[in-house]
């Protein structure tokens, strides 16, 4: 199956607003140059492979926290802030494990801070959906090697 924007964007719908019940809007597309933000990435390998990302502002992901786990933004733990974006990057890496042909596994998240970039090399080719989650900047990128995304 033929993985589009269509799709990721209704993927990242569905674990954003629809399970964490988080104000997303699709946004242009822009960059997320925030010098404190998260970014939290899982690989899909297996019938396919591929690296999921998801990529936010630290204020956005205390949001983010503190909504998933029910906490005020001042009880959260750093630990607890990268467990909800790696959460999400987990989530949206296994709806797109679901919905694609052949056997597949997920690794477990990577959460780190990032500048923006992505950390993939040229033999990756993606797609990116935009949005504002709780009106500030949240990217879901899919990189792919040898499968087809539609750009």
Do not use: H, W, Y
Not at 123 to 139: A, E, K, T, Y
């Amino acid at each position: 199956m033929t993985i589009d924007e269509e799709i990721l964007q209704q993927i990242v719908n569905d674990v954003c607003s629809g399970m964490l019940g988080l104000d997303m809007e699709r946004s242009e597309e822009f960059n997320c140059e925030d010098t404190d933000a998260l970014s939290a990435i899982i690989r899909i390998s297996g019938g396919r492979d591929s690296l999921v990302q998801v990529l936010t502002p630290r204020k956005t992901a205390i949001v983010i926290a503190s909504n998933m786990f029910a906490m005020g933004e001042d009880e959260l733990s750093e630990a607890e802030i990268r467990d909800a974006v790696g959460e999400i990057v987990n989530m949206v890496g296994g709806n797109l494990k679901g919905i694609v042909e052949g056997e597949s596994s997920l690794s477990l998240p990577c959460v780190g801070e990032s500048n923006g970039c992505a950390p993939f090399d040229s033999s990756f080719s993606g797609l990116s959906v935009f949005n504002r989650c709780q009106g500030d900047p949240f990217i879901v990128r899919l990189f792919d090697r040898g499968v087809a995304v539609a750009t």
